[in-house]
């Protein structure tokens, strides 16, 4: 596997590895967690962000699915132990696909702007949505 060198603005973003989405039927996620445990290692390392990203409940005042009957198990929005979460990283609870206007990942002003770099296990629905709005809302320095 090749090594890419991290550039002085690079800050790691871990999008929903929690149990209870891992935990899923439909998903099989070892290869993703231990990447994603490995970057953020990485990052760590390197002296760069790390911010990680659970998902819990749903935006206030949606309404256009039925709310589940089924209650979470407690650990549900729980990050994965496998990323080695540390003091310094950054933690965002979000209550939708992308995160929560209300709880922006505030990244350091270390000189400006970091490049981001993502890494989740629903690459089509949490991981790229939230690229998305970090890209909408670079002009705004919330992320």
Same mark, same amino acid.
């Given at each position: 596997? =090749? %090594? ?20 899923? =039927? ?22 760069? =962000? %790390? ?6 409940? @749903? ?6 699915? !039925?709310?589940? /009957?089924?209650? !979470? ?7 994965? !132990? ?18 929560? !206007? ?9 000189? @400006? ?10 690459? /089509? ?11 909408? /809302? ?6």
């Amino acid at each position: 596997m =090749p %090594v890419t060198a991290l550039d002085d603005s690079s800050a790691l973003l871990v999008i929903d590895l929690q149990e209870g989405i891992v935990s899923l =039927p439909t998903i099989d996620p070892a290869a993703v967690v231990w990447s994603a445990g490995r970057a953020s290692r990485a990052f760590r390392s390197a002296g760069r =962000p %790390v911010v990680l990203v659970n998902v819990a409940g @749903g935006a206030p005042g949606r309404n256009e699915l !039925p709310k589940s /009957s089924r209650t !979470p198990a407690p650990n549900w929005t729980d990050l994965v !132990p496998q990323l080695g979460t540390v003091e310094s990283d950054h933690r965002v609870t979000k209550k939708n696909w992308d995160r929560s !206007p209300d709880r922006p990942a505030r990244l350091p002003a270390e000189g @400006g702007r970091h490049t981001r770099r993502a890494a989740g296990i629903a690459t /089509s629905i949490g991981v790229e949505s939230t690229a998305r709005s970090a890209t909408n /809302s670079a002009t705004t320095s919330r992320w």
